[in-house]
């Protein structure tokens, strides 16, 4: 694991042309990224390892903290990191999409420099390139409140990670393959937790140890490739705290949705009799239900955990409902001192309105997937580094899918997908599935707010019926069969910003898209520099460096 190191921010940061805010504390780390045999279901596979762990290590930081990251590719392969949820505010360069950032080439490093800026809560980061989220490569990242920001809630005993996910057993080369072939990529084959699943023989050993009478805070993330999962906890119920670095007014649940690529925190107090229990997580909505179990024992307690499992919940319409008891806390403050309700944004005029259809479609005989009707194509040049250069229109178009899906799609046309956002604009984004499969779409850069999530088909009449008070900032949703979910986004982060879906067999072929926000003034203010040392590739890889932006 990364040493972490608190030093001068104007130290580290004088050779860089990236600007940061003076005295914000630096944490390093270096990670050794290699292959490994990994087996959460038993079965050993090729696997991602980072510092020979598996999930890989978790990022503790703070409020406002730089975040360095060194990482050595030991693989035979090209590698890319994405820090999920993390906003990167004027920094897109960081971001860690193949549409940002040229991939890091075997048996070379490259270190990521980005700031936790004005967030709070529990995130993740994984692989983007090909299929390495399939191997592993994943894990926690932590941001923690100022010690003057008050946290709704008593100081817990101790907090894990939890990362849930499916898992396929053929291992990843196999599965890039299959989609290469145009084929689904089909069911998993199980679920772990934290890369494991428990025998419940007797011989495993607890993930997670509990004093009796203390309250604990889990962070789950779902870092799986296609599979929504239910997690509980056997006799235990969970606070609801935080959900992707919103406080939430605290409701208890017996059981929560993780879609995939969400993450968010709970607390669990240890109230029942000393012993050991069940951390259950369970497939959702699959012909077959999937169920992974693991070990949280009470310290000093005594007996295995009791045989019967906590039941899962049936059906989406029960994951919809619980959708609608999620509340943003107004009156707690996030990252910032003043409260979460002091932004008004049920009252701000909506300047433009993007409807997104996902299809799936048939291009030459092999599986797509669409966006509007256009089926993403990752180019050899990153967008940015086209648009930052100047050779965009070598690159990509912009505007190339229209504002409002094709009544019916006749032919796909696979290419890169990028939309012009003016900046600051305030954008009504609608995420149609007319599918019979549940969605789940990310926004980078950005938190937005889930304003509606309905059946059927969306119109502007359904504004009637989305919540302008205290719906959750948040960057993941799920859109459910047959379904559209509204988000509000303020486009105040300049840069080059990924939508994609978290299905990661979508992602891969076509269901994604960037929003290019640029400010028109080329200044600091809005927007870093390309700093010393970013990678370049494709065809400004020998052209000369772009003047910096002025201040």
């Not at 109230?271 to 997580?281: C, G, K, S, T």
């Not at 048939?362 to 092999?366: I, L, S, T």
């Not at 990509?396 to 409002?404: C, H, L, R, T, V």
């Given at each position: 694991m990364g040493t972490l190191m608190f030093i001068s921010i104007l130290c580290l940061w004088a050779a860089s042309t990236l600007v940061v805010e003076a005295g914000d504390p630096v944490i390093t780390f270096e990670w050794k990224v290699t292959y490994g045999n990994v087996a959460p279901l038993g079965v050993p596979v090729k696997g991602i390892l980072i510092n020979g762990e598996f999930p890989g290590p978790n990022i503790n930081s703070t409020t406002n903290n730089n975040v360095v990251i060194n990482v050595f590719n030991n693989l035979d392969e090209p590698l890319l990191f994405t820090w999920h949820g993390i906003q990167n505010r004027k920094n897109s360069w960081q971001d860690g999409t193949l549409g940002t950032m040229c991939p890091i080439l075997p048996g070379t490093n490259f270190t990521y420099q980005f700031q936790v800026k004005d967030?709070?809560?529990?995130?993740?980061?994984?692989?983007?390139?090909?299929?390495?989220?399939?191997?592993?490569?994943?894990g926690g990242l932590r941001i923690h409140s100022r010690p003057l920001i008050p946290v709704p809630y008593d100081q817990p005993a101790d907090e894990f990670t939890v990362m849930v996910g499916d898992w396929f057993n053929k291992g990843y080369i196999a599965l890039k393959k299959i989609l290469d072939s145009g084929r689904n990529l089909g069911r998993a084959d199980g679920i772990h937790i934290n890369g494991k699943t428990a025998k419940g023989d007797g011989t495993d050993e607890p993930l997670f140890t509990m004093e009796a009478g203390k309250t604990y805070r889990y962070r789950f993330c779902n870092a799986g490739l296609k599979t929504a999962i239910n997690v509980r906890f056997q006799g235990h119920t969970m606070k609801l705290v935080e959900m992707e670095g919103s406080h939430m007014v605290q409701n208890s649940y017996e059981s929560l949705d993780v879609h995939v690529g969400m993450c968010f925190?709970?607390?669990?107090?240890?109230?029942?009799?000393?012993?050991?229990?069940?951390?259950?997580?369970?497939?959702?909505?699959?012909?077959?239900?999937?169920?992974?179990?693991?070990?949280?024992?009470?310290?000093?307690?005594?007996?295995?955990?009791?045989?019967?499992?906590?039941?899962?919940?049936?059906?989406?319409?029960?994951?919809?409902n619980q959708f609608r008891t999620f509340r943003w806390n107004l009156t707690a403050s996030a990252a910032r001192p003043n409260p979460q309700g002091s932004y008004k944004y049920g009252g701000i005029n909506i300047t433009r309105t993007i409807r997104l259809a996902n299809t799936a479609e048939?291009?030459?005989?092999?599986l797509r997937y669409a966006i509007n009707g256009v089926s993403f194509v990752e180019p050899t040049t990153p967008l940015k580094l086209a648009e930052y250069y100047g050779v965009a229109e070598k690159?990509?178009?912009?505007?190339?899918?229209?504002?409002?899906?094709?009544?019916?799609?006749?032919?796909?046309?696979?290419?890169?997908?990028?939309?012009?956002?003016?900046y600051k604009d305030f954008i009504e984004v609608i995420f149609e599935n007319h599918e019979t499969a549940i969605q789940s779409w990310n926004i980078d850069g950005y938190a937005f707010?889930?304003?509606?999530?309905?059946?059927?088909?969306?119109?502007?009449?359904?504004?009637?019926?989305?919540?302008?008070?205290?719906?959750?900032?948040?960057?993941?949703?799920?859109?459910?069969?047959?379904?559209?979910?509204?988000?509000?986004?303020?486009?105040?982060?300049?840069?080059?910003?990924?939508?994609?879906?978290?299905?990661?067999?979508?992602?891969?072929?076509?269901?994604?898209?960037?929003?290019?926000?640029?400010?028109?003034?080329?200044?600091?203010r809005d927007e870093y520099n390309m700093r010393d040392g970013t990678l370049v590739c494709g065809i400004v890889e020998s052209m000369p460096k772009p003047p910096p932006f002025s201040s």
């Open positions: 967030q709070i809560g529990s995130y993740m980061y994984y692989p983007v390139t090909d299929m390495h989220r399939a191997a592993g490569g994943f925190t709970v607390l669990v107090t240890a109230d029942q009799e000393p012993r050991d229990y069940f951390l259950v997580a369970s497939s959702r909505f699959t012909k077959r239900e999937l169920t992974s179990t693991g070990i949280v024992r009470y310290l000093n307690g005594n007996g295995a955990p009791k045989p019967d499992l906590p039941k899962p919940p049936v059906g989406w319409a029960w994951s919809l048939k291009v030459d005989g092999k690159v990509f178009k912009y505007n190339n899918i229209p504002d409002e899906p094709p009544a019916q799609v006749s032919n796909v046309v696979m290419e890169p997908i990028v939309v012009n956002i003016t707010f889930a304003v509606g999530i309905e059946t059927g088909t969306w119109s502007p009449e359904k504004r009637m019926d989305y919540n302008l008070l205290d719906a959750v900032s948040r960057h993941t949703i799920q859109v459910f069969p047959k379904s559209w979910a509204a988000v509000f986004i303020t486009f105040d982060n300049a840069g080059m910003w990924n939508i994609r879906s978290e299905v990661w067999d979508r992602h891969y072929l076509g269901q994604q898209l960037y929003f290019s926000s640029l400010s028109p003034n080329r200044s600091l």
